[in-house]
C-alpha cells in the first residue's frame, strides 16, 4: 500500500477479542483507525493515547445511512471483527444478523461514496463456514453437524449469510469494493505472533479434528492483506483459512 502511514482503516468489533489486537496491529504499521464501539468503556486504555485512533461510539446497525457514508469516506478499508457475545441472549437474543447485516450497510455505505479506488472489506469468519464458491471436501458427518448448527445456533447462520452476502451481492466485480473473508479455527489466546499457515481450503475437519488459530495470529494476517497489495492480489475475492503452524 503506498503511502501507508496516511491510510485510514474502519474497524467494527474493535473491543472484542480480536478486534482489539487488529487496531494494535494496524497502529503499529502507522496507518490510521476508526473503531466503532458500543460503549467507549471496551476499548483498552492503550488505544485512548493514540493519537491515530478515532473512537466513534454506537453501532454500526443504529447509525443512520449518511453518518456511515462519513464514517466509511477516505478509507482504504474496512475490517469486521464482529461476533456474538457467548451468552445466551448474545446467542440467541437480537440483533440475529449482526455481522450479515453490519456487512451489508458498510458495503452499501462504501458504494454510496463512490471511492475513486475499491475499498478492501476484510471479514473475520470461521472454518466451519464453507466456501460455496469453490468445490470443498466436507465429510458427511460434518454436513449433518452443520445442518444442527445452522437449526440451533443462529451466530453460525450469520457468519455464513455474512461471507454469502460478500460472494454474492458485491462478488468479484463491484467497482468500489474488495472483499477477503478470513477463516479462522478454534481461537486461542496468545500474546505473540507465532508461524502461521494460510490455504485456500480447511485441511481438517472443523468439527472433529479441529486445529488452532491464536486471535493474534488473524489480526496480523487481516493487517498484513490491508497493507500488503500483493498479499490482497494473492486472496481478494478468496475465504483463505489460517491455522496456526504448530496445529496444522
Not at 460472494?167 to 463491484?174: E, I, L
Not at 500474546?191 to 472433529?208: E, K, N
Request: glycine letters at 8%; charged letters at 15%.
Amino acid at each position: 500500500m503506498s503511502n501507508s502511514s496516511a491510510a485510514t482503516v474502519l474497524v467494527v468489533g474493535a473491543s472484542g477479542a480480536t478486534g482489539r489486537l487488529l487496531v494494535q496491529q494496524l497502529l503499529d504499521r502507522g496507518l490510521n483507525v476508526k473503531a466503532i464501539v458500543r460503549s467507549p468503556n471496551g476499548v483498552p486504555g492503550i488505544f485512548t493515547s493514540q493519537g491515530r485512533l478515532a473512537v466513534i461510539q454506537g453501532s454500526v446497525l443504529d447509525l443512520n445511512d449518511a453518518d456511515l457514508a462519513e464514517h466509511v469516506a477516505g478509507c482504504v478499508a474496512v475490517a469486521s471483527c464482529l461476533g456474538h457475545n457467548l451468552t445466551f441472549r448474545g446467542i440467541y437474543g437480537p440483533p440475529h444478523r449482526l455481522v450479515t447485516d453490519t456487512a451489508r450497510r458498510l458495503c452499501q455505505a462504501i458504494q454510496q461514496n463512490n471511492p475513486p479506488q475499491p475499498v478492501k472489506y476484510v471479514l473475520m469468519n470461521t472454518t466451519g463456514n464453507s466456501n460455496r464458491d469453490i468445490q470443498e471436501r466436507t465429510s458427511f458427518g460434518q454436513k449433518i453437524v452443520i445442518g444442527l448448527l445452522r437449526l440451533l445456533l443462529p451466530p453460525h447462520v450469520d457468519n455464513e449469510k455474512a461471507a454469502d452476502y460478500l460472494r454474492v451481492q458485491v462478488g468479484q466485480k463491484d467497482e468500489a469494493i474488495q472483499w477477503v473473508a478470513v477463516r479462522a479455527d478454534n481461537l486461542i489466546d496468545e500474546t505473540q505472533v507465532t508461524g502461521y499457515d494460510v490455504v485456500p481450503s480447511p485441511t481438517r475437519s472443523a468439527i472433529f479434528d479441529a486445529g488452532q488459530t491464536s486471535r493474534i495470529n488473524v489480526a496480523h494476517f487481516m493487517a498484513d492483506l490491508i497493507v500488503d497489495d500483493s498479499l490482497w492480489v494473492q486472496w481478494k475475492g478468496q475465504m483463505p483459512v489460517i491455522y496456526n503452524q504448530a496445529s496444522a
